[in-house]
């Protein structure tokens, strides 16, 4: 099975950072409350369960994938379901940043020399996953097992040794065992409430990976929706034992973290200097031994499933998009699953957004954690209100001797509906710091924004539409071809030619008398060549090229209303991209103008610089010209239909 | 006459940091060295006589204007000219960067708590005076006038006041008389002169201005050589005045300036603290006392006739720019004097160039200036070098009688090339700090780029030329159309519509099936709706629009090489920018791939969204669109000679 390892990466991985922030967020109450962790995190395996038990019936109603985006939008009415799109996207942007920023932290704390480069190390890993995702993502499956399995087998060998040595009486001892955590005394009951109340929302935040397999559902093998909540189970299950079995381990270690190192009393050395170590780190160092090998290869996996699920979140973004934008909720450039460049704008998207992230909260996972919290409940909510309105809805169907499927359906999304809800009241309630606005803005935002797009295209789609019943769209009477000219060289005579072959009702060629010098030669040149179509100068009392032409345009359809006038534009067409700053610039500010112009047709002609063409194309062109020359005597010229302009 | 405040106002206000210049460089050698301020101010007063002179018959001989860019290519050919140009492009820039930093530096002299805004109040400045340009610049010569009018009457009473003062026996004391500078005894005799040289040098930066006036000689009324010529003379006579006033009177008022206060002792409070005020304010200050309106007056008079020289950059250089592209060395955008586009982008690029100085250089004057002597003295040797070898050649042309024209003329010139040569050939040996190699390198840069430019378009120019025996371009023998289509909607049927117009020999529909499913749709309706147009279906295996259609395109030409193919491209036409990027985004792509098939012409067929047109058009719309209708009922279709493909 290639499936579990690719969506075990983000939830599994989780555990590194999950079981961390339980402990760094009890010691914002002091160092008493860190009793409290044996019951936060058992607190925290019970959700997950619950949640991975949900989320079954969820994926197996839902094999189209979508998870909470699909479930709410059908269940609860499109404006819930673009809150959950936009919690989504949110979160798949903060799964990167959280995720890079603990492999970066986890590193840092294996080598502290590095210390000063979290926010460069951060930024590079983002790109280089980014970069590998752009290039192609065929051995996913492949690719994904060895790191995930390797993180569970380390942190497996790491607690079970661990454990073993405690119940031999020589019990691991974590470098920050003597340290004391400096506050407490002065927070209310309330207060000690809500920071154990969020330590739990924080090692909850292990479930976000939950959302992206129900997700991914469609990439699973058939059986889809059964596939896929067995592996839900197995990482429910996975992350579960793990979760317990190091924050058990941390505590008998007596692992003591804050977000601050100055808030530890204890410390050798001054506490700007101080670099805090992970707690897995802390842990394989107690176990096996600072330096040891053991400790490295902890630190490795641990690094690498990290990197790993931020991964996981680089397919799933994409997919999304892809799936707002087909329902017009996003730029059709995101467009189309399995379209190569709307992958692409999905992958630059999320890493714009990731490094932003990155960047604004320096690459901190308590921060970043806080932003994650908000959004990561909303979709968690949503999604469970939208089963329990599922299961409600097909009460009424079911025969009489099946009702208790949806009965029993009903009653476990409510369950978890009621944890997550409770869970997100917490969070808003404890305006989780700095974080929670923020996030509620930006996912406010995102809705709107998509709410927008979505109206544009219906509008488009309804004021393009055709009616049955419709006569089709006539033809223009006649078509008045005008050549834009500003000096007599091939690419003019090219265009000239091409618009006599499209044997227009009047032709013409325009100049533009920007340089009132120039337009006079040109017109003795085009005199004194016999250019057989006649050459209008106009006026541009302030230089301009594109008012005069279009107001040209006008008065020539003003004559015949049910006319078409298509302007020719002789263009350039060169090899390197600094020689296109050389030329054609004008053209598209003139193009815009001349396209706001109701029956206009903009035509380019490009003429092909010897420099843009490649060799054999060049023999081809020779022989082509040849030709056509031989033609042209032969035949002579082919205008016959053509009537001049006056 | 309103041409000399505004050719005035460079030259002029470069007194107040050209004088400081002086006192500063010499402080590298210690406070020893200041008692050759009045040497130092007389060789540079010396130096501008000369060149001012000598710049008479120059201006005279090129009333073309163009100034050192003129001269050289003339006189010395293309590449000399080419290193005139690139100089005089830095200059211009380094002109606007200085005057504006020596503006805020003498802004925060008066006002000190300004001190840690120096770089956002530099920048700010350029951007103010940008606008202030791009709006336009009808009553250059009258705003000129009260600013450096201003300035000289504030300069002239303030030296008048203090050396009547000072010749009275109670000469005024500047507040750093007392200060010592730490430096010097260490320093060799070559050194020392070296420094001296590197003083005279930064002084002589003064005649800046004078290059522009040169290049500005088109700008003058009628005799314009003449009148340049006596504009030259007044303002190097004015600049001459006032630098030798000031540097007497900071001599005997013991004004000592460094360009780190923490080379100098005796300070009140630690040297980090302590910012330096810039000679005129120390002198106003101990001319008419701290916080005196004459000590306000002067500061204002100095800041406003500082801007107003950045501001005279801003007339310059786009002219200069405009020339350059007219020859064709610099890109298209920029060419044209008077036209408006060309005289934005020139604004902009000197904004860019001058906003990119001042953050490097932390709106520091001096480096500034070292950056600036190299390339200003290089553009004046070349310019004066120019005016010999144009001597030179009059000798043999004029009569006998006259002969002591152009004697006087080359030796006048070559004593001025000799002191510019000179001078530059010191600030090489010296390696002014930093400066120097940077200058030479963006030089050499530009003017290789300038070059390369040139090469482009003069290849380009006779890759297009037509001679004048060759046989007319003859046409396309048939021209096949091809509609990219994605969906039936009125885009579409317009499209279809207009190709239908324009009477190609075979018409066809075409859509890229990048999804199966979606292609088949548009299939059936098409057949559905009996659209009398043939519909392609092409595969796309990768999911790509634009190589399946050239190939298409290329296949299609194959057929025939003497044809040409249309490729009629439906678009969108929408109001705000936003909406823009909903819409035809890989028309973009597409396009360029089609620009680089030979044979190809592309045609946009706007088709206009209702809110992208104004009331008035739509009513206008809505009536062409009946008389359409009926026109068809009437008529029926007439595309009789369309031959479908096969
Ligand atoms: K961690
Ligand atoms: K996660
Ligand atoms: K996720
Ligand atoms: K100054
Ligand atoms: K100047
Ligand atoms: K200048």
């Known amino acids: 099975r290639l499936a579990l390892p690719v969506f075990a990466a983000d939830p599994v991985s989780s555990v590194a950072w999950a079981t961390q922030e339980i402990l760094v967020i009890l010691a914002l109450g002091g160092t008493a409350l860190l009793v409290l962790a044996p019951e936060v995190a058992l607190a925290v395996c019970v959700v997950i369960a619950i949640v991975v038990v949900s989320y079954g019936p969820l994926v197996r109603a839902y094999p189209g994938g979508g998870g909470s985006f699909a479930v709410a939008s059908r269940n609860l009415g499109p404006r819930a379901g673009l809150v959950a799109a936009a919690s989504l996207l949110v979160d798949y942007t903060l799964t990167v940043a959280v995720a890079v920023a603990a492999a970066v932290d986890n590193l840092v704390s294996a080598l502290p020399v590095l210390d000063d480069g979290r926010i460069p190390l951060a930024v590079a890993s983002v790109l280089v996953v980014a970069a590998v995702n752009l290039r192609g993502r065929r051995e996913a499956g492949w690719s994904a097992m060895v790191p995930v399995y390797g993180f569970v087998l380390a942190v497996a060998v790491l607690v079970t040794v661990g454990l073993v040595r405690w119940a031999g009486g020589e019990g691991p001892v974590a470098v920050s065992a003597d340290f004391d955590v400096d506050r407490g005394t002065d927070l209310t009951a309330v207060a000690l409430a809500l920071v154990v109340l969020r330590a739990f929302a924080s090692g909850g935040a292990a479930l976000a990976g939950v959302d992206a397999t129900a997700n991914g559902v469609p990439a699973f093998r058939a059986p889809k929706g059964r596939n896929a909540a067995v592996t839900l189970l197995a990482v429910g299950g996975l992350s579960i034992a793990l979760i317990a079995g190091v924050v058990t381990l941390a505590v008998v270690s007596g692992v003591t973290v804050t977000r601050d190192p100055c808030d530890l009393q204890g410390l050798p050395v001054p506490c700007e200097e101080y670099t ?341 194309d060049l023999a081809a062109r020779a022989a082509a010209d040849r030709s056509l020359v031989q033609e042209a005597s032969r035949a002579g010229a082919a205008d016959r239909d053509i009537e001049r302009h006056p």
Chains 1, 2 share one sequence.
């Open 276 to 616: 805090q170590q992970s707690v897995l780190t802390q842990l394989s160092q107690a176990v096996f031994g600072a330096g040891s090998v053991g400790a490295v290869l902890v630190t490795v996996a641990t690094v690498l499933a990290l990197l790993t699920a931020a991964n996981s979140a680089f397919n799933g973004f994409p997919l999304l998009a892809a799936t707002l934008a087909e329902a017009g909720y996003l730029p059709r450039q995101l467009a189309r699953r399995g379209d190569r460049l709307a992958y692409s704008n999905g992958i630059l998207a999320l890493s714009l957004g990731a490094v932003t992230m990155l960047l604004v909260l320096e690459a901190r996972v308590g921060p970043l954690l806080d932003l994650y919290l908000i959004g990561l409940f909303t979709s968690f909510t949503l999604a469970q209100l939208g089963m329990v309105r599922h299961w409600r809805l097909r009460q009424g169907r079911s025969r009489r001797t099946r009702r208790w499927v949806p009965r029993l359906g009903t009653a476990v999304a409510a369950v978890a509906a009621t944890c997550t809800g409770l869970t997100l009241l917490v969070l808003v309630v404890a305006k989780v710091p700095n974080g929670a606005w923020a996030t509620l803005l930006v996912v406010a935002a995102l809705g709107v924004g998509m709410h927008r797009v979505r109206g544009h295209y219906d509008l488009v789609s309804r004021e393009t539409a055709i009616p049955a019943d419709e006569a089709p769209e006539t033809m223009p009477a006649r078509v008045h071809a005008v050549v834009l000219v500003s000096r007599l060289h091939r690419p003019t005579t090219r265009a000239l030619a091409y618009a006599r072959a499209t044997r227009p009702s009047t032709l013409e060629a325009v100049t533009v008398a920007v340089d009132q010098e120039a337009a006079r030669e040109l017109s003795e040149e085009w005199a004194r060549r016999k250019v057989p179509v006649p050459l209008r100068v106009l006026d541009s009392p302030y230089r301009e090229v594109a008012k005069p032409l279009v107001e040209h345009v006008k008065a020539v359809r003003a004559k015949g209303p049910r006319d078409a006038v298509t302007v020719f534009l002789p263009e350039y067409v060169v090899a390197h991209w600094w020689e296109a700053v050389l030329h054609n610039r004008s053209n598209l500010w003139l193009r815009a103008r001349l396209a706001a112009t109701p029956g206009v047709m903009v035509v380019s002609v490009p003429y092909q610089l010897r420099s843009s063409i490649e060799e054999g």
